[in-house]
């Protein structure tokens, strides 16, 4: 990661290239991103679980970070998120079903597990292997469906704020929608 610029008395945070340089290195969250590489070596919140509430239910599309995705209970109950494109033709997944264990392709008929793993390809089985698109684990804690973005050997243990893991009857969780980066949201809350 490249370091931030310096500031001095000679330099203003409000004003200058420096310091237009620097909110965008602060802002951007992307991958490959200086600040998208931080936030992802944590678990980060990704959805309401009741959002994607039945296993083989209706996938829903989530924006993270930049990343384009979708989230979806497979036929065990358990949440996934993975990209929302298919790798053969970069078709959307949210026009695919969803069944028995995974994300089924609208367009030729891929079918991709939580994981982003291929498990069916009904042309070629032979090419799944080659097939995968990206997954992030998932956990649920306390009504939310948190994921893991980061580099899968930098994994730290699963999110345990305190009210994370308090019993559900002593949980209400909500979210609302803030037309405003991050850093903006956050900047009244620290």
Not at 140 to 165: C, F, H, L, S, T
Request: overall charge neutral; hydrophobic content about 35%.
């Amino acid at each position: 990661m490249p370091p931030l610029p310096r500031m001095n008395s000679k330099t203003s945070y409000r004003t200058g290239t420096m310091a237009n340089e620097m909110m965008k290195t602060l802002v951007r969250t992307g991958p490959g991103t200086p600040t998208g590489d931080l936030l992802r070596r944590f678990w980060v919140p990704v959805l309401l679980a009741s959002e994607i509430a039945e296993a083989d239910g209706p996938q829903v599309r989530v924006q993270i970070m930049g990343e384009k995705l979708l989230a979806f209970r497979d036929s065990e109950g358990r949440p996934g998120l993975i990209s929302e494109f298919c790798s053969h033709r970069g078709v959307s997944l949210y026009f695919g079903r969803n069944e028995d264990n995974g994300i089924r392709c609208a367009y030729h008929g891929l079918k991709f597990d939580i994981h982003g793993n291929c498990v069916d390809v009904p042309q070629a089985p032979q090419v799944c292997e080659r097939m995968s698109i990206r997954g992030y684990p998932c956990v649920e804690r306390a009504g939310i469906v948190w994921a893991y973005m980061g580099p899968k050997d930098r994994q730290p243990a699963e999110p345990g704020v305190e009210w994370a893991n308090l019993p559900e009857s002593h949980v209400y969780v909500s979210k609302r929608l803030q037309e405003c980066n991050y850093l903006q949201a956050m900047e009244g809350g620290i």
